[in-house]
T-cell receptor
Framework: SAVISQKPSRDICQRGTSLTIQCQVD?????MFWYRQQPGQSLTLIAT?????????ESGFVIDKFPISRPNLTFSTLTVSNMSPEDSSIYLC??????????FGPGTRLTVL | AQSVTQLGSHVSVSEGALVLLRCNYS??????LFWYVQYPNQGLQLLLK??????LVKGINGFEAEFKKSETSFHLTKPSAHMSDAAEYFC????????????FGSGTRLQVQP
C-alpha cells in the first residue's frame, strides 16, 4: 500500500485568494487523483493528475479554477483559485498503481470566508 | 457509465448487533466494487474490494461483502457491531477495464449505540 500525506491539513482563507494543496506519496505510483467532498456529501472527482502533462478534468471542473501539477511519480499539487465560500470543502488526493487500487490521503479541510 | 446507490444515509445499530449497509450499482460493463470507511476528520480507508474471483470478499475489521450480479448489489456486513465501527461508509465502483477513477455512492453514516 501507499502512504499519502497532504499539506496543509486545514486552512481558513479569504474570498478571492488562492490556496495550493500538496500531495506526497511515499512510493512511485501510476495514478493520482483529486477529489472534492463538500460538507455532508460524498466524493466527487475533480481531475486525474497526469505526470508531465495537463490534468484530465471532469465535467464541471476547469483548469483555470483548479490548476493541477504533477511533476513526478510521487507528488502533485492542486490549487483552488479565486476562492469563494462555495469552495469550502475537504479536498482529497488519492494514488495507486492502478485504478482499482487507490489509497487516500487524510484530506485538506478548506474554509473560505 | 456507472453509478452507485447507497440505501439509507443513516443506520443505527446496537453494539453487538448485525451491521448491514446496502449498496447497489449500475454499470454497463462488469464492475470492480469497493467499500471505504471514513472516520471523523480523517481520509478514506479501504475496507475491502471485489475485482474477480470469489464473490464473498472479506475485509479488515471483520467486515465482508458479497457481490451479487443478479441483484447488482454489494452489501457490506459485520456480524457484531463495535463502538469503534461508528463512521461514514462509502461504496464505490469502477469498470473492470480499469480505465476510470472511482464513482462513489452518497455514503452511509453508521451509529453504534451502547
Amino acid at each position: 500500500s501507499a502512504v499519502i500525506s497532504q499539506k496543509p491539513s486545514r486552512d481558513i482563507c479569504q474570498r478571492g485568494t488562492s490556496l495550493t494543496i500538496q500531495c506526497q506519496v511515499d512510493s512511485q505510483v501510476t495514478m493520482m487523483f483529486w477529489y472534492r467532498q463538500q460538507p455532508g456529501q460524498s466524493l466527487t472527482l475533480i481531475a486525474t493528475a497526469n505526470q508531465g502533462s495537463e490534468a484530465t478534468y471532469e465535467s464541471g471542473f476547469v483548469i483555470d479554477k483548479f490548476p493541477i501539477s504533477r511533476p513526478n511519480l510521487t507528488f502533485s499539487t492542486l490549487t483552488v483559485s479565486n476562492m469563494s465560500p462555495e469552495d469550502s470543502s475537504i479536498y482529497l488526493c488519492s494514488a495507486g498503481l492502478s485504478y482499482n487500487e487507490q489509497f487516500f490521503g487524510p484530506g485538506t479541510r478548506l474554509t473560505v470566508l | 457509465a456507472q453509478s452507485v446507490t447507497q440505501l439509507g444515509s443513516h443506520v443505527s445499530v446496537s453494539e453487538g448487533a448485525l451491521v448491514l449497509l446496502r449498496c447497489n450499482y449500475s454499470s454497463s460493463v462488469p464492475p470492480y466494487l469497493f467499500w471505504y470507511v471514513q472516520y471523523p476528520n480523517q481520509g478514506l480507508q479501504l475496507l475491502l474490494k471485489y475485482t474477480t474471483g470469489a464473490t464473498l470478499v472479506k475485509g479488515i475489521n471483520g467486515f465482508e461483502a458479497e457481490f451479487k450480479k443478479s441483484e447488482t448489489s454489494f452489501h457490506l456486513t459485520k456480524p457484531s457491531a463495535h463502538m469503534s465501527d461508528a463512521a461514514e461508509y462509502f461504496c464505490a465502483v469502477t469498470p473492470d477495464t480499469g480505465r476510470r477513477a472511482l464513482t462513489f455512492g452518497s455514503g452511509t453514516r453508521l451509529q453504534v449505540q451502547p
